[in-house]
C-alpha cells in the first residue's frame, strides 16, 4: 500500500530536458521529505535533490544546481525532477525515496541529512535515464 513509483525516464540527446515523476500512495504526503537519488555504474549514490512537501524548501546537489528543478504536485501527490540542459554525466538510474519529517525537526538536520540514502525508508523503483553525446 505504501509505495513510491519512478517514472519519466529514458534517452535524451545533451542538452535536451527530462522531466522524471515519483508518485506516492498509501501514506501522508505532506508529512514527508522527498528526495531524488542517482547512481552512475562504479560511482556512489549521490543526492540530486529534495523537497520538504509541506513548506516547499529545496535542496540542490552542486552538481544540478541551476539546471535541475524539483517541485511537488501535492493534489497529485506527485513530485518532478525537471531536468533541463542534461549532460552525458547525468546518466544514472534516478530513484526516488521519501522519509517523515515533523514540523517540529530543524532545518539544520535536513541540511546534514537529506543526502544520506540510510536515513529514508521508503524507495521506489529506479528508472534509466541516459544521456548521448
Known amino acids: 500500500e505504501v509505495q513510491l513509483q519512478a517514472s519519466g525516464g529514458g534517452s535524451v540527446q545533451a542538452g535536451g530536458s527530462l522531466r522524471l515523476s515519483c508518485a506516492a500512495s498509501g501514506f501522508n504526503f505532506d508529512d514527508y521529505i522527498i528526495t531524488w537519488f542517482r547512481q552512475a555504474p562504479g560511482k556512489e549514490r549521490e543526492g540530486v535533490s529534495c523537497?520538504?512537501?509541506?513548506?516547499?524548501?529545496?535542496i540542490y546537489a552542486d552538481s544540478v544546481r541551476g539546471r535541475f528543478t524539483i517541485s511537488s504536485d501535492n493534489a497529485k501527490k506527485t513530485v518532478y525532477l525537471q531536468m533541463n540542459t542534461v549532460k552525458p554525466k547525468d546518466t544514472a538510474v534516478y530513484s526516488c525515496?521519501?522519509?517523515?519529517?515533523?514540523?517540529?525537526?530543524?532545518?539544520?538536520?535536513?541540511?546534514?541529512?537529506?543526502?544520506?540514502?540510510?536515513?529514508?525508508?521508503?524507495w521506489g523503483q529506479g528508472t534509466q535515464v541516459t544521456v548521448s553525446s
Open positions: 525515496a521519501a522519509v517523515r519529517y515533523e514540523p517540529s525537526e530543524d532545518v539544520d538536520q535536513l541540511n546534514r541529512l537529506w543526502a544520506a540514502a540510510p536515513w529514508y525508508d521508503m
Open positions: 523537497i520538504n512537501v509541506r513548506d516547499g524548501i529545496t
